[in-house]
């Protein structure tokens, strides 16, 4: 056990999309827990977890987040750094406010405090074209689709504080689009609107090809620029694999990717029964054909899961200290599921991760969440440098655990 807090801590992904060796970003390990300050309302706080060792995961007091809020359904961090905007940010999306909350944190005081709002349906989901001075922004939202804003900063250059979001479209109405990444659109989907990447780039390029995930109906979406107007319409779907004869909900998506590394999607699905039907499926994007391939890599009948986590969590292969393994924690169970990475260090970094059969390591019953975060007394010589950090909903308990 690393700490004990009251109340308990819903841990949190930084939610970049982007591959690493652990969940959190930086130094600290985001979480959702009740506020202190009011009841029925929520706070983002963040256990430490610095350079030096042992790191500190019994404190959530070194980090200072202002605000209470209804709901916090979901958090980024860094968020909109890619704008110009500082790498000591974060953003909180409230479906029940309507808003989102973009934090920038003040060098001397280290206290985030909230610099702009947005205004903006159920959000829940942020994504943003993962390069330098980007000017869009796109939030995925509860049975409305989504909505792309121009993120103005007025200035050329990073450190600025402030910026103007200004609602460009809404598209995919009736679709609770929880998931967005870029790029991912397959051959076969594009091949139906001929002279499709004909069309001039547009600056600013806010209908660039994007793939989002349909929480209701468990579908691919994509969407992209059809007629060279610079605004996205929805192009085609493609539903998720499951082989489930239930019904399923989505219970949390990883999804990497960019120029430089492969895109794929991990779902991790579930009936919410302890003796039921649970599924995790990986979505790949093939970059030879670019066509999309499934696979259900591990379904189960007991065991709730709540969080699915990537890192290198010491690996069994030659150089599986550089492979991101995978972990899917149960709520109900004694054990949870990890998952070696078995894919040859020779392949490079090109491509999908291969992940072999599950084994099973010891968490415990009442697991609530968990993420993949450096070991408390890392580097040294015995022990993987990253493993599962899990909170415990009922006693306030964090654990790290090596699988």
Do not use: K
Request: hydrophobic fraction near 40%; charge should be negative; include cysteine.
């Amino acid at each position: 056990m690393v700490g004990i807090f009251d109340p308990s801590l819903r841990l949190a992904l930084p939610n970049f999309n982007r591959p690493s060796e652990r969940d959190s970003y930086g130094n600290h390990i985001l979480t959702v827990a009740d506020s202190s300050a009011a009841s029925g309302m929520y706070e983002i706080r963040a256990i430490e977890g610095t350079a030096s060792v042992p790191r500190q995961y019994n404190r959530d007091d070194i980090v200072l987040v202002e605000g209470q809020y209804l709901s916090i359904d979901f958090v980024q961090s860094p968020s909109l750094f890619g704008h110009g905007l500082p790498d000591a940010s974060l953003s909180v999306a409230s479906e029940l406010e309507n808003r989102i909350y973009w934090y920038a944190q003040d060098l001397l005081s280290e206290e985030f405090s909230v610099r702009e709002v947005i205004d903006v349906n159920s959000p829940c989901f942020i994504a943003q074209t993962q390069q330098s001075f980007a000017n869009d922004l796109i939030v995925g939202q509860v049975n409305e689709g989504l909505t792309v804003f121009d993120i103005d900063t007025g200035t050329d250059f990073s450190n600025t504080e402030n910026f103007v979001a200004t609602s460009i479209q809404q598209v995919g109405a009736g679709r609770s689009l929880c998931h967005i990444l870029r790029g991912l659109i397959p051959t076969s989907i594009v091949d139906q609107y001929p002279g499709f990447w004909d069309f001039p780039a547009f600056d600013p390029a806010y209908a660039l090809p994007l793939t989002a995930i349909d929480y209701n109906t468990l579908e691919l979406v994509f969407f992209g620029d059809i007629d060279g107007d610079n605004m996205l319409e929805e192009m085609g779907t493609l539903p998720i694999e499951t082989n489930a004869t239930g019904q399923l909900s989505i219970v949390q998506v990883l999804s990497r990717g960019r120029a430089t590394a492969p895109y794929y999607f991990l779902v991790l699905l579930s009936d919410g029964n302890h003796t039921g039907d649970h599924r995790l499926v990986q979505i790949n994007f093939d970059s030879q054909t670019f066509e999309i391939t499934q696979q259900v890599l591990h379904e189960w009948n007991e065991g709730v899961p709540v969080s699915i986590l990537q890192g290198q969590l010491g690996g069994s292969l030659e150089g599986g200290q550089f492979r991101p393994d995978l972990a899917v924690v149960l709520g109900t169970a004694e054990q949870s599921f990890f998952f070696d990475n078995l894919l040859p260090l020779a392949e490079g970094f090109a491509t999908p991760p291969v992940y072999g059969t599950p084994s099973l390591f010891d968490v415990g019953v009442g697991a609530g969440s968990a993420v993949a975060a450096m070991s408390p007394f890392a580097p040294n010589t015995t022990d993987p440098s990253h493993g599962v950090l899990v909170s415990y909903s009922d006693t306030g308990y964090v654990f790290y655990i090596s699988p």
